[in-house]
């Protein structure tokens, strides 16, 4: 039921921080989004696996966004601001100023990115360690967490960084101190990303033991001593100044805040799905896999009892919806990937002028393209001979290596082919011809850095398989989590790339799962909202609020017919990691 508080006319704002911008909307408590704005923000990438941004630039694009959306609104009838962010490090100095996370020692770049990957040294000495905190990231810690980053900090900028360091925050805590001015941590950020135990705090022999003892002998008030669970109430609300910069009315409840794929997770697991004729229904929550699918795609599932599932971090308890233990796959730049393979392929300048001619984004005139070239066939069976393995960026999970490389898998490599050898990929990808691959008895070749030929239609079954590519490691991920102990029987998918029917057709038949799609496609911002919605008190719970606030838009059933071929694609998808790390064993032996 509603809270006795609310009224018919309620608002909440939601805040979403990415990887390049800032979103914000209007949401009253049906969770039906009433306005959305949008603002760019800014990166920097110095050095290659070094990416920054800026704090006063990331809060200047929140105060943006929220003006556009509350704009000729009765102000009286918000009731509640709710953040969520990419869990990027943020660097204070004792008097809250920005320092410098670069060599440069340009204070404005005072966040190292979740994606950044400078601390490849420090997170494997941390792995070595073997402490009892990695089982809760699924035995290995990546890089892209915070304790690795820290670490390099102080090895690396002693005197113009650390020495001088008053605060640590998680990009979404950050936000959340700007608006109210309290230094209280989420629970989700530092459980998921800081190795903070729930149930038992701190562990002071994990920050010794690699070196970062300087937060035990502060008592953690760096990193954060005071936590509170996700949609809890901070403070006094928002402050006269943050209420100033952002639009607001002062006093308005500020939630604690959620990571972004928390959030989306928020934003869809929750919903109604009675009618649907889905296997989920009148089953616990626990058989839904939400999917957050952008820049990068995490994979959240929820158990009522801790679930270990090796390479697949968590289990996190009340890390996204209170009282349920959380464990977090992931899939590290796919949205990235897709636009790389795409922009770097040499038809993309024929593929931008035919979609703009259509007034098409080139997404969706590949999609249509595709299906002009497909004939009679399904228009995943364009990629029999076409094979990619998608860890461009490493491995996140189930496999935890962050040293794989991408792969594509092509049944034949002709000699003209030579002719046209780009660099567009040869930092990041291996070619590789198999002579099994075909009946002739042709040799096959290895090849870095072969670019395709300049045919659109290349360029469209190339962009197949690299989607399809990424619902194989999804597949891959849903399979570790099923071994280790969770029923998972749909998927409820969120982010920019849910927005693809294909991206979203190919999981389902992939994965043999249906997928169920938001009525609202901007399903972190809602989760954010709901995060509003729980610390005005208008809701008795999370869950409450997500049951009411998250619904069903369209669900998409897989094509059972074409199960044999993708799981034959699926068993090459498995030997093209089997034979990279035979090929690295190789190059390292003596």
Same mark, same amino acid.
Request: charged share 20%; hydrophobic share 40%; aromatic share 8%.
């Given at each position: 039921?509603?809270?006795?508080?609310?009224?018919?006319?309620?608002?909440?704002?939601?805040?979403?921080?990415?990887?390049?911008?800032?979103?914000?909307?209007?949401?009253?408590?049906?969770?039906?989004?009433?306005?959305?704005?949008?603002?760019? %923000?800014?990166?920097?990438?110095?050095?290659?696996?070094? &990416?920054?941004?800026?704090?006063?630039?990331?809060? !200047?694009?929140?105060?943006?966004?929220?003006?556009?959306?509350?704009?000729?609104?009765?102000?009286?009838?918000?009731?509640?601001?709710?953040?969520?962010?990419?869990?990027?490090?943020?660097?204070?100095?004792?008097?809250?100023?920005?320092?410098?996370?670069?060599?440069?020692?340009?204070?404005?770049?005072? %966040?190292?990115?979740?994606?950044?990957?400078?601390?490849?040294?420090?997170?494997?000495?941390?792995?070595?360690?073997?402490?009892?905190?990695?089982?809760?990231?699924?035995?290995?810690?990546?890089?892209?967490?915070?304790?690795?980053?820290? =670490?390099?900090?102080?090895?690396?900028?002693?005197?113009?960084?650390?020495?001088?360091?008053?605060?640590?925050?998680?990009?979404?805590?950050?936000?959340?101190?700007?608006?109210?001015?309290?230094?209280?941590?989420?629970?989700?950020?530092?459980?998921?990303?800081?190795?903070?135990?729930?149930? @038992?705090?701190?562990?002071?022999?994990?920050?010794?033991?690699?070196?970062?003892?300087?937060?035990?002998?502060?008592?953690?008030?760096?990193?954060?001593?005071?936590?509170?669970?996700?949609?809890?109430?901070?403070?006094?609300?928002?402050?006269?100044?943050?209420?100033?910069?952002?639009?607001?009315?002062?006093?308005?409840?500020?939630?604690?805040?959620?990571?972004?794929?928390?959030?989306?997770?928020?934003?869809?697991?929750?919903?109604?799905?009675?009618?649907?004729?889905?296997?989920?229904?009148?089953?616990?929550?626990?058989? @839904?896999?939400?999917?957050?699918?952008? !820049?990068?795609?995490?994979?959240?599932?929820?158990?009522?009892?801790?679930?270990?599932?090796?390479?697949?971090?968590?289990?996190?308890? #009340?890390?996204?919806?209170?009282?349920?233990?959380?464990?977090?796959?992931?899939?590290?730049?796919?949205?990235?990937?897709?636009?790389?393979?795409?922009?770097?392929?040499?038809?993309?300048?024929?593929?931008?002028?035919?979609?703009?001619?259509?007034?098409?984004?080139?997404?969706?005139?590949?999609?249509?393209?595709?299906?002009?070239?497909?004939?009679?066939?399904?228009?995943?069976?364009?990629?029999?001979?076409?094979?990619?393995?998608?860890?461009?960026?490493?491995?996140?999970?189930?496999?935890?290596?962050? !040293? =794989?490389?991408?792969?594509?898998?092509?049944?034949?490599?002709?000699?003209?082919?030579?002719?046209?050898? #780009?660099?567009?990929?040869?930092?990041?990808?291996?070619?590789?011809?198999?002579?099994?691959?075909?009946?002739?008895?042709?040799?096959?070749?290895?090849?870095?850095?072969?670019?395709? #030929?300049?045919?659109?239609?290349?360029?469209?079954? =190339?962009?197949?398989?690299?989607?399809?590519?990424?619902?194989?490691? !999804?597949?891959?991920?849903?399979?570790?989590?099923?071994?280790?102990? &969770?029923?998972?029987?749909?998927?409820?998918?969120?982010?920019?790339?849910?927005?693809?029917?294909?991206?979203?057709?190919?999981?389902?038949?992939?994965?043999?799962?249906?997928?169920?799609?938001?009525?609202?496609?901007? #399903?972190? =911002?809602?989760?954010?909202?709901?995060?509003?919605?729980?610390?005005?008190?208008?809701?008795?719970?999370?869950?409450?609020?997500?049951?009411?606030?998250?619904?069903?838009?369209?669900?998409?059933?897989?094509?059972?017919?074409?199960? @044999?071929?993708?799981?034959?694609?699926?068993?090459?998808?498995?030997?093209?990691?089997?034979?990279?790390?035979?090929?690295?064993?190789?190059?390292?032996?003596?």
């Amino acid at each position: 039921m509603l809270g006795e508080a609310q009224e018919p006319g309620s608002y909440y704002v939601g805040v979403d921080v990415g990887t390049g911008s800032v979103r914000a909307a209007l949401v009253d408590q049906r969770g039906s989004l009433l306005a959305f704005a949008d603002q760019p %923000i800014n990166k920097w990438e110095p050095q290659f696996n070094h &990416h920054e941004q800026s704090s006063e630039d990331i809060w !200047t694009a929140c105060c943006v966004v929220t003006k556009k959306v509350v704009q000729g609104i009765d102000l009286n009838r918000i009731r509640g601001l709710g953040f969520d962010a990419t869990c990027s490090l943020v660097v204070l100095d004792k008097q809250f100023r920005p320092l410098p996370v670069n060599c440069e020692g340009d204070f404005h770049r005072n %966040i190292i990115m979740w994606l950044d990957h400078r601390a490849v040294s420090q997170v494997h000495r941390i792995n070595e360690t073997k402490h009892s905190v990695l089982q809760y990231v699924g035995g290995v810690m990546s890089v892209e967490m915070q304790a690795p980053k820290l =670490l390099w900090l102080k090895e690396n900028l002693r005197e113009t960084c650390w020495d001088k360091a008053g605060h640590f925050f998680d990009l979404p805590d950050f936000l959340s101190w700007k608006a109210t001015g309290v230094t209280a941590r989420s629970l989700c950020s530092l459980v998921c990303k800081w190795t903070y135990s729930a149930e @038992r705090g701190w562990d002071d022999s994990f920050w010794k033991m690699i070196g970062l003892e300087d937060f035990v002998a502060d008592n953690y008030s760096k990193i954060g001593n005071q936590v509170l669970p996700p949609g809890a109430s901070l403070g006094n609300g928002l402050t006269p100044e943050a209420a100033k910069d952002l639009g607001l009315p002062a006093g308005i409840a500020v939630a604690a805040s959620l990571i972004d794929a928390h959030a989306g997770g928020l934003g869809v697991i929750g919903a109604d799905v009675r009618g649907h004729g889905l296997a989920c229904e009148g089953q616990p929550v626990t058989s @839904r896999l939400a999917v957050i699918c952008g !820049t990068s795609s995490c994979h959240m599932g929820i158990s009522k009892d801790p679930i270990f599932v090796p390479g697949v971090w968590g289990p996190y308890f #009340s890390a996204m919806v209170p009282g349920f233990w959380l464990n977090e796959g992931g899939q590290s730049v796919t949205g990235k990937l897709i636009d790389h393979m795409v922009q770097g392929h040499a038809a993309f300048p024929e593929l931008q002028a035919k979609a703009t001619a259509r007034c098409q984004s080139v997404y969706a005139y590949l999609n249509s393209h595709l299906d002009l070239i497909k004939k009679a066939q399904p228009v995943g069976f364009l990629t029999v001979d076409l094979h990619v393995w998608p860890d461009f960026h490493g491995n996140r999970s189930p496999l935890a290596d962050l !040293t =794989l490389k991408g792969m594509l898998l092509l049944p034949l490599c002709p000699v003209e082919w030579l002719e046209v050898v #780009s660099p567009w990929l040869c930092n990041f990808c291996i070619y590789i011809s198999l002579k099994s691959c075909f009946p002739s008895p042709s040799p096959g070749c290895l090849v870095t850095g072969l670019k395709l #030929s300049q045919d659109l239609d290349d360029l469209a079954i =190339l962009y197949l398989a690299t989607v399809q590519a990424i619902a194989f490691g !999804t597949r891959l991920i849903i399979e570790a989590m099923q071994a280790a102990g &969770h029923s998972i029987s749909t998927l409820f998918l969120c982010g920019g790339l849910s927005k693809n029917p294909l991206f979203v057709q190919m999981h389902a038949d992939i994965t043999g799962m249906p997928v169920v799609l938001s009525q609202e496609v901007e #399903s972190v =911002l809602v989760g954010a909202a709901i995060l509003g919605a729980c610390a005005s008190g208008d809701f008795a719970s999370v869950q409450e609020a997500m049951a009411r606030m998250s619904k069903v838009g369209k669900v998409v059933f897989p094509r059972l017919e074409d199960k @044999r071929y993708y799981d034959k694609k699926y068993q090459v998808f498995l030997k093209l990691v089997e034979h990279q790390k035979e090929y690295a064993a190789i190059m390292k032996g003596d």
